[in-house]
């Protein structure tokens, strides 16, 4: 299993939907972990952690099953300005390096 | 009022030269990094240093020298171009290398086009 898994998408969702992400991991003993937004050649940007259950921010909702070693980004009402790539990222190497997914693409159109 | 910015950003240069890239952060973090992302988008980690020390070292062409004056900058120089560097170069920071809620905030880029 790779270190951090994600379907690469893309997502092409109409405005308002709910749309959710599923992303694995194959490091058991990891503690938090990360979504990032990368928006087209911009840098990526932190849009939440997670480390117990799950974490919610407005429309934003990040869930972790650790049985299944699995996290999930749930994304409510999209918005066109959700358009972005969304990196799922785990803690590897001992706790002190970030693996990052290769992204899941989400289109939000009219 | 930047946190972490990069210079250049954008860098076209000829294959055999040597370049540097600048990373500086103002957020009082005690860790710098640096990623490449290549053409497919894959993120992957170069290097970290914690307070001016070298804490990771990924399999990197030891063309790739990195160096952190102090613990706010964190330079890379890269010998000897090829065109496989041709990416774009993150440079990124944190509180401490043991990364519990606090994540890593990154820099605009340098986006390297060797030719």
């Known amino acids: 299993r790779k270190e951090v898994e994600q379907d690469p998408g893309p997502f092409n969702v109409p405005e308002g939907a709910t749309v959710a992400f599923n992303c694995t991991y194959s490091?058991?003993?990891?503690?938090?972990f990360f979504w990032y937004r990368q928006d087209c050649r911009k840098e990526p940007k932190l849009l939440m952690s997670?480390?117990?259950s799950g974490n919610e921010d407005g429309r934003f909702t990040a869930q972790l099953n650790r049985a299944s070693q699995y996290i999930s980004l749930l994304i409510r009402d999209s918005k066109l300005s959700d358009s972005a790539t969304y990196l799922c990222?785990?803690?590897?190497?001992?706790?002190?390096?970030?693996?990052f997914g290769t992204g899941t693409q989400l289109k939000v159109e009219l | 009022d930047t946190a972490v910015s990069q210079t250049p950003k954008y860098l076209v240069t000829q294959m055999g030269n040597d370049k540097s890239i600048k990373c500086e952060q103002n957020l009082g973090h005690d860790t710098m990094y640096w990623y490449k992302q290549d053409s497919k988008k894959f993120l992957k980690i170069m290097f970290s240093?914690?307070?001016?020390?070298?804490?990771i070292n990924e399999t990197v062409p030891n063309r790739f020298s990195p160096k952190s004056p102090d613990k706010a900058h964190l330079n890379l120089h890269i010998n000897s171009l090829e065109l496989g560097d041709s990416a774009v170069y993150f440079c990124?920071?944190?509180?401490?290398?043991?990364?519990?809620?606090?994540?890593?905030?990154f820099g605009p880029g340098t986006r390297l086009t060797v030719l």
């Open positions: 240093y914690n307070n001016k020390e070298l804490i």
């Open positions: 997670v480390y117990s």
């Open positions: 490091n058991s003993a990891s503690q938090s």
């Open positions: 990124a920071s944190s509180h401490s290398p043991f990364l519990t809620m606090s994540g890593q905030f």
């Open positions: 990222v785990a803690p590897t190497g001992g706790g002190n390096k970030l693996t």
